[in-house]
T-cell receptor
Framework: AQRVTQPEKLLSVFKGAPVELKCNYS??????LFWYVQYSRQRLQLLLR??SRESIKGFTADLNKGETSFHLKKPFAQEEDSAMYYC?????????????????FGTGTQLKVEL | DTGVSQNPRHKITKRGQNVTFRCDPI?????LYWYRQTLGQGPEFLTY????????KSRLLSDRFSAERPKGSFSTLEIQRTEQGDSAMYLC?????????????????FGPGTRLLVL
């Protein structure tokens, strides 16, 4: 079974401080992990995926298979980073017929960047 | 706007009524997913279409729920005899599978959701 855990419901940091949003997963196969972000009054949108190994808006995330973690980090928080962040795991849908991957989401972490 | 669209954005209904939601995926996306999100939770998978075929349904999807995707374009999600527990945000996402691309490398693009309140 797929499971994603985000232990913090709320993370409050000051502008300019480092940010780390925690994500741990449980999955028996080879995982594909994502971070999605939802800004106030906007739709859920992809922030980054581990396979791309890129930095988006200053955020990075490294997949650590030993610790089954995919924490999201940013060295210096900005006010515009305030949003809800969801970690998600993509895995094949059971009884596979023709492909398809369901996303299993964590419960989300609300990041609040204070001035 | 070429993104995923959903209608209506909000729906208030009385318990026992039927409701139907529509999702228009990104043009040419052959995969379409429905998710449900309740307060304080992340989205949970409900069902999945590849073109017009519904290939998977979550155990969350009771017999009162039915989804269709005629002609492999837009999709509808109908809830019959709504219950207060059906109150949630219903999200639609679409993606494109390209040939033999790695199954795990698809990106799902989400719509704005339909917020349902059952009184």
């Amino acid at each position: 079974a797929q499971r994603v855990t985000q232990p913090e419901k709320l993370l409050s940091v000051f502008k300019g401080a480092p940010v780390e949003l925690k994500c741990n997963y449980s999955y028996s196969g080879s995982p594909e992990l994502f971070w999605y972000v939802q800004y106030s009054r906007q739709r859920l949108q992809l922030l980054l995926r581990h396979i791309s190994r890129e930095s988006i808006k200053g955020f990075t995330a490294d997949l650590n298979k030993g610790e089954t973690s995919f924490h999201l980090k940013k060295p210096f928080a900005q006010e515009e980073d305030s949003a809800m962040y969801y970690c998600a795991l993509s895995g094949p849908i059971e009884e596979l017929t023709g492909g398809g991957n369901k996303l299993t989401f964590g419960t989300g972490t609300q990041l609040k960047v204070e001035l | 706007d070429t993104g995923v669209s959903q209608n209506p954005r909000h729906k208030i209904t009385k318990r026992g009524q039927n409701v139907t939601f529509r999702c228009d995926p990104i043009s040419e996306h052959n995969r379409l997913y429905w998710y449900r999100q309740t307060l304080g939770q992340g989205p949970e998978f409900l069902t999945y279409f590849q073109n017009e075929a519904q290939l998977e349904k979550s155990r969350l999807l009771s017999d009162r729920f039915s989804a269709e995707r005629p002609k492999g374009s837009f999709s509808t999600l109908e809830i019959q005899r709504t219950e207060q527990g059906d109150s949630a945000m219903y999200l639609c996402a679409s993606s494109l599978r390209e040939g033999l691309a790695d199954l795990n490398q698809e990106t799902q693009y989400f719509g704005p959701g339909t917020r349902l309140l059952v009184l």
